[in-house]
């Protein structure tokens, strides 16, 4: 798994089928549009020109850049059929100053051709708006033009480079290790690394009257690879989005990944420390979009995701492992990869045997007193109370858990800064209260005539 650098742009290839966050400079001048003429996905926006030979401009505001950081930045571009244009110019900057924060720029002459235009930038603050002007010439000033735009990327390059600096002193710290005796009895004044299969005949050698040791370069790879990646990724591209929760309030489960959990997480079973993988490949599958790039990352995700399956099993099958923590929290796991995902159409499954296991625990009120399960028995009530809101009235899930375990969970510790905090827990709780009145009405055979019962 090649890990790629956050992109700072959100709803990139118009993907949402709306324009937000994104703004234009005029009112009913930008469009997202479904169709065949997307490069990439379901949806482009088609963005029309002033009259007069002017320009408009759609602009969004990025944060979270690091200043001094290089940034690549790219975007395809069309002019369809027909126009009235002789030609269309696209410009691209940072900033409010068009000149100093100038990206990229490009004319468009063929018509129904996707045009990648790519360009680099230096980002001067945290927090800048990124700006698209598109402009159409014509001899009739009157006429006003339109330029197609997709999939959008403003990418930075230091997650690229630390991983790379990092995988390769973890190579020549092994190759020194490998070493040691060599460069102990010889005193080595030049180290070089030979980037080929096979080494010279004679490895330690002088040149230009330097004592030189050539050691093999090659590429680290082992199973904390990925897991390293994917630490990366989700505390640089995930986390400074999760945080925007944080300005409502304070929650104690959203974090950086620190350096001790992780050592203490490369011990743990594969589903429990697979899922981090699965979960920083999904979120890169969806800001991609429908890029073909994307299917590599796809490939990855369904190999990551079948070694979690296969570890899960194993510790299913046996007694003593099938009721802990990490078992509860792993099947949880692969139900939200699933669900977002859209590959799961049978949640109840994966909820239901929460439950049983739950069950054999002594119920919701027991476990969730546990400090380490707590967080579990909350997901597993959020999952199952909005499963059920979406769920038909005659299938639903809140019917097989006793009322007065979901209440008495929910009272002591729903408060703890956990999922019900976006959500108020009397809300939360009316929520419910609408579900089981649904399913009463349903087992009743009330709903098809219209009159729920008060409960």
């Known amino acids: 798994m090649a890990l790629s650098a956050c992109n700072a742009v959100l709803n990139p290839s118009f993907e949402t089928g709306t324009l937000k966050p994104w703004f234009s400079s005029a009112v009913n001048v930008a469009k997202v549009t479904s169709g065949t003429s997307a490069y990439s996905g379901e949806y482009y926006l088609n963005l029309q020109t002033a009259v007069g030979n002017r320009g408009n401009t759609i602009s969004q505001h990025l944060k979270h850049l690091k200043p001094h950081e290089k940034y690549d930045f790219s975007v395809q571009v069309q002019v369809p059929s027909p126009s009235g244009s002789e030609y269309c110019s696209v410009y691209v900057y940072m900033g409010r100053n068009a000149t100093i924060g100038a990206i990229a720029s490009t004319q468009l002459f063929d018509l129904e051709e996707w045009t990648a235009l790519t360009g680099t930038y230096t980002a001067k603050r945290s927090d800048d708006i990124l700006n698209i002007v598109v402009a159409c010439d014509s001899e009739d000033s009157s006429v006003t033009g339109n330029v197609l735009i997709d999939d959008v990327n403003f990418t930075g390059r230091e997650i690229e480079e630390k991983i790379a600096n990092d995988m390769r002193l973890m190579v020549y710290f092994a190759i020194a290790k490998l070493y040691y005796k060599i460069i102990a009895l010889v005193k080595i004044e030049r180290i070089i690394v030979v980037h080929r299969k096979s080494l010279p005949v004679r490895q330690l050698r002088i040149v230009g009257g330097l004592r030189e040791l050539a050691v093999p370069g090659f590429e680290l790879k082992t199973e904390v690879h990925p897991l390293v990646e994917s630490l990366e990724y989700f505390n640089n591209c995930m986390y400074p989005r999760l945080s925007q929760i944080l300005l409502l309030s304070s929650n104690i489960n959203i974090y950086r990944i620190p350096a001790e959990l992780f050592k203490k997480a490369l011990h743990a079973p594969d589903y429990a420390k697979l899922g ?86 002594g119920g919701m009120h027991k476990v969730a007193v546990q400090f380490a399960a707590m967080p ?80």
């Open 376 to 455: 579990i028995v909350l997901c597993y009530v959020f999952l199952a109370v909005n499963g059920d809101t979406a769920s038909p009235a005659s299938d639903m899930l809140i019917t097989s858990i006793p009322a007065d375990e979901i209440y008495l969970v929910i009272k002591q510790f729903g408060g703890n800064g956990f999922a019900f905090q976006m959500c108020p827990m009397s809300l939360f709780v009316e929520i419910m209260n609408i579900n089981r009145i649904r399913a009463r009405a349903s087992i009743a055979g009330l709903m098809e005539e219209g009159f729920v019962e008060d409960d």
């Open 276 to 361: 981090l993988v699965c979960i920083t490949l999904s979120h890169r599958m969806n800001q991609s979009g429908h890029n073909p790039d994307s299917k590599s990352l796809e490939k990855n995700f369904y190999n990551y995701r079948g070694h979690v399956i296969r570890s899960l099993n194993n510790d299913l099958h046996m007694i003593k492992k099938r009721d802990s923590h990490r078992v509860l929290t792993g099947i949880l796991t692969l139900l939200l990869l699933d669900a977002q995902q859209g590959i799961s159409q049978h949640w109840r499954y994966h909820m239901e045997g929460v439950r049983g296991l739950i069950t054999l625990r």
